[in-house]
């Protein structure tokens, strides 16, 4: 509404001059999980610009990302993990160190989920 009221005006390809301008704002819902604004002409109704409101990544965004992330921090642990244990209970405290706490995992999951 800011950027209206200071810039109520833009310029228009189509039209090929400064015309007035409305932002048509295209709410977040199931089918689109991020909220967008076009500034559309007044004139010739074509959009001038889309403006895309800032979302928070999904960590599947990023496959390749966290399954290094995990590979390395898989190597680190294999380098501390006490060599007397036996094979067993080094994966046991492997895989627990890598999942981290349940109160942890639970505050991941809810913050991975898109806002609706």
């Not at 076009?38 to 496959?63: F, M, N, W, Y």
């Not at 992330?69 to 080094?90: F, N, Y």
């Amino acid at each position: 509404m800011d950027t209206l009221e200071r810039f109520p005006r833009a310029w228009c390809d189509t039209c090929a001059k400064v015309q007035p301008v409305t932002l048509d704002v295209i709410p977040a819902n199931e089918e689109n999980p991020h909220a967008a604004a076009d500034i559309v002409c007044d004139e010739c109704k074509s959009i001038i610009a889309t403006l895309h409101a800032p979302g928070g990544r999904q960590a599947s965004a990023r496959p390749k990302r966290a399954a290094k992330a995990r590979e390395m921090a898989g190597q680190a642990l294999d380098r501390l993990i006490d060599a007397s244990a036996t094979d067993e209970e080094r994966q046991t405290r492997k895989r627990r160190l890598l999942k981290g706490p349940k109160e942890f995992r639970d505050i991941r999951d809810k913050r991975t989920k898109p806002k609706r």
